[in-house]
């Protein structure tokens, strides 16, 4: 088919583009301040979400390289010239794989939510702005993703689907891209506030 090369030069690009969060973890604030009397300080209290972001994030990263793994073998398979009709079953793992992922990218985002609400350093607040930013943006095409995957579930060769296919790879790859360029900022506001924020983990 002549889309045929397209197809595969976006699928590829796809799988080829780590979601942004599989590679920035975020980075954990300093913590200088003292407990309060009643409690933790505002300082200790971000921190703790932002811990509590970072486990989540562990847990959505290996559930979404299982999915890719998947997605990759799947792939493999249908460009060697295999029956894409067998590769059904793997391509719903992949899916349900990151479904699952999604919903620990969405309690990571929650967690960074509570630091707004908290009286610390407004570099902290807009750090974790930036972050929770990138989050919903890759959330978005994370469940782009999703459908795509439930497109191949139905039609493994896209005989029927290719240029939906196609308009969706397209979609995604901006989607991770637009997301990747916050977590740029946030990284920039991080390395201009050492004192405030440590170096990401995992560059």
Do not use: W
């Not at 990571?108 to 610390?120: C, K, P, W």
């Not at 901006?174 to 991080?190: I, M, P, S, V, W």
């Amino acid at each position: 088919m002549p889309n045929k090369g397209r197809l595969i030069s976006l699928m590829t690009h796809i799988l080829n583009r780590p979601a942004p969060i599989v590679v920035i973890l975020l980075s954990m604030i300093l913590l200088s301040g003292c407990t309060g009397p009643f409690g933790s300080s505002p300082r200790e209290q971000a921190d703790e979400a932002i811990s509590a972001a970072n486990q989540s994030i562990e847990e959505h990263n290996e559930l979404f390289d299982q999915a890719r793994s998947t997605y990759s073998d799947v792939k493999n398979k249908i460009e060697s010239g295999e029956d894409p009709s067998k590769e059904k079953e793997n391509i719903t793992a992949a899916r349900n794989n990151l479904q699952e992922a999604r919903t620990h990218l969405q309690d990571a985002e929650g967690s960074l939510a509570t630091v707004d609400e908290l009286d610390v350093d407004p570099a902290i607040k807009k750090y974790t702005s930036l972050l929770s930013e990138a989050m919903h943006d890759q959330l978005d095409a994370e469940a782009k993703e999703i459908d795509f995957y439930g497109i191949l579930e139905q039609d493994p060769a896209l005989a029927d689907n290719r240029e939906k296919a196609l308009d969706l790879l397209s979609e995604i790859g901006e989607g991770y891209q637009k997301a990747e360029e916050t977590y740029r900022q946030a990284q920039d506001l991080a390395d201009k506030n050492p004192k405030l924020i440590e170096g990401s983990q995992g560059q």
